[in-house]
């Protein structure tokens, strides 16, 4: 039964990459016609150092002991207001031995990944449904074009580190697996479209339905 199970995920995992690539929806940022945006709470003639540009919240994701789980840590528009408009963001990932990034697009950037420490396996799909993958070391670099279905993976027994360059202050994250099984989409749409049983469904949906926070 259970070897069973995994065969139908294994076949709707396909089906999600095959079709959620070419359904990608991408967008860019737009141009600007200052240097630099500052805060609706500043007065740009009082931004006068450097401090406004500068950002340290990925330091401890960079220093610290490797973390039990894989985590990322954004350095977007939201944490960084400087690079509104700048069209560039960063994100620093820790992932232990035999974790996965799961299958995501960023709709409105591409990304540009650094193997900082250990190994990774990496690889998307295009919108033709064509699977590129590659096996990373440390130091290798992957890029992952705008709007892409893509992964990473630490099939490795030791820990590794990369760190993500964005094409967009605010590249956007859609989580395959939770916005087809956790976002309340019909049982039996679901079924339907991956061919298999509303039993199956619901237990995906049960893993994957984000918990509510009280």
Same mark, same amino acid.
């Given at each position: 039964?259970?070897?069973?199970?995994?065969?139908?995920?294994?076949?709707? =995992?396909?089906?999600?990459?095959?079709? @959620?690539?070419? %359904?990608? /929806? *991408?967008? &860019?940022?737009?141009?600007?016609?200052?240097?630099?945006?500052?805060?609706?709470?500043?007065?740009?003639?009082?931004?006068?150092?450097?401090?406004?540009?500068?950002?340290?919240?990925?330091?401890?994701?960079?220093?610290?002991?490797?973390?039990?789980?894989?985590?990322?840590?954004?350095?977007?528009?939201?944490?960084?207001?400087?690079?509104?408009?700048?069209?560039?963001?960063?994100?620093?990932?820790?992932?232990?031995?035999?974790?996965?990034?799961? =299958?995501?697009?960023?709709?409105?950037? @591409?990304?540009? %990944?650094? /193997? *900082?420490? &250990?190994?990774?396996?990496?690889?998307?799909?295009?919108?033709?449904?064509?699977?590129?993958?590659?096996?990373?070391?440390?130091?290798?670099?992957?890029?992952?074009?705008?709007?892409?279905?893509?992964?990473?993976?630490?099939?490795?027994?030791?820990?590794?580190?990369?760190?993500?360059?964005?094409?967009?202050?605010?590249?956007?994250?859609?989580?395959?697996?939770?916005?087809?099984?956790?976002?309340?989409?019909?049982?039996?749409?679901?079924?339907?479209?991956?061919?298999?049983?509303?039993?199956?469904?619901?237990?995906?949906?049960?893993?994957?339905?984000?918990?509510?926070?009280?």
């Amino acid at each position: 039964m259970a070897a069973a199970l995994n065969g139908v995920v294994f076949s709707m =995992v396909l089906a999600l990459l095959a079709l @959620s690539a070419p %359904l990608a /929806v *991408v967008a &860019g940022d737009p141009d600007i016609l200052t240097d630099y945006i500052a805060p609706l709470s500043a007065i740009p003639g009082n931004i006068t150092s450097g401090a406004f540009f500068t950002y340290s919240g990925l330091r401890a994701a960079v220093t610290s002991p490797a973390p039990a789980n894989f985590t990322v840590t954004k350095a977007s528009m939201a944490e960084f207001p400087a690079l509104n408009g700048q069209s560039v963001s960063f994100a620093a990932l820790s992932y232990p031995p035999g974790s996965v990034n799961p =299958v995501h697009t960023h709709p409105r950037a @591409s990304e540009l %990944l650094l /193997v *900082v420490d &250990g190994a990774l396996s990496v690889g998307f799909v295009d919108t033709a449904g064509k699977l590129f993958a590659q096996d990373l070391a440390t130091g290798d670099m992957f890029v992952f074009p705008k709007g892409t279905v893509h992964w990473q993976c630490n099939k490795g027994n030791q820990p590794a580190r990369a760190l993500s360059a964005f094409g967009s202050a605010a590249a956007g994250l859609v989580s395959v697996p939770v916005t087809v099984f956790g976002t309340g989409i019909d049982d039996t749409v679901l079924a339907k479209s991956f061919k298999t049983d509303v039993d199956t469904v619901q237990k995906l949906k049960a893993a994957l339905t984000p918990t509510k926070k009280p």
